[in-house]
């Protein structure tokens, strides 16, 4: 069965420093999410990528936060530098057709990030 | 501003019983209320979903009843198990992108 990849599975890094993760969405899906997950809460979306193309990301905090997604397909989401506050469970979703149709969102297993 | 409230925040159901988790939205222009499970130090699963054309959804052991007018909506599972103990998060569709917005979950105990 098809799965939306992520590394790594765990991060712990100090305030300041700069942190990357990866996703790879489910082959063919043209939609790619980023949420931020903070424990006890609901996922929010970060930034949403229709192919290389960005659609959505007023929620992501542009001064710190960049996130790409070159040849529309794998994606990588990157903190410089982290704070305290970021410390949360950066989920990758991705779902097809696009931003139309049933659009399930199929989410990875997450990344952990803890910030000291 | 919060358009997705839902409740209980936890519950505890013992084996074989029902669980009832609530969700009601602001947005009439939602178009798609998804229910996730998730596990521990797992993403988030989707688990029914429905549209506001249906007030009713069943799959297996779990439905969602969905009422339009009061702008709410409910997953009820039957014969519980402790399998089924998850956090499960309703959500709601909408916008130019068809973007999700989550509720703050609810934290399900099934005990044996």
């Known amino acids: 069965e098809a799965e939306v990849a992520q590394s790594p599975r765990y991060k712990i890094t100090e305030k300041s420093q700069a942190v990357a993760f990866w996703c790879d969405p489910i082959?063919?899906?043209?939609?790619l999410y980023w949420y931020r997950q903070i424990l006890g809460q609901g996922p929010e979306l970060l930034v949403q990528f229709q192919d290389e193309s960005v659609v959505d990301d007023s929620q992501l905090p542009k001064d710190r936060f960049s996130a790409e997604r070159l040849k529309g397909v794998d994606s990588t989401l990157k903190i410089q530098p982290a704070e305290l506050g970021d410390s949360a469970m950066y989920l990758c979703?991705?779902?097809?057709?696009?931003?139309?149709?049933?659009?399930?969102?199929?989410f990875g297993p997450g990344t952990r990030l803890t910030v000291l | 501003q919060q358009q997705v409230k839902q409740s209980p925040q936890s519950l505890i159901v013992q084996k074989g019983g029902i669980s009832i988790i609530n969700c009601a939205y602001e947005n009439t222009a939602f178009d798609y209320f998804p229910w996730y499970q998730q596990f521990p130090g797992k993403g988030p699963a989707l688990l029914i979903a429905i549209r506001p054309d249906v007030s009713e959804k069943k799959e297996g052991r779990f439905t969602i009843s969905f009422n339009k007018s009061a702008k709410q909506f409910s997953l009820h599972i039957m014969d519980s198990q402790p399998g089924d103990s998850a956090t499960y998060f309703c959500?709601?569709?909408?916008?130019?992108?068809?973007?999700?917005?989550f509720g703050k979950g609810t934290l399900l105990t099934v005990n044996p």
């Open positions: 959500a709601a569709r909408g916008g130019s992108n068809y973007k999700l917005t």
């Open positions: 979703a991705s779902s097809w057709p696009g931003t139309s149709g049933g659009n399930e969102q199929f």
């Open positions: 082959s063919g899906h043209a939609t």
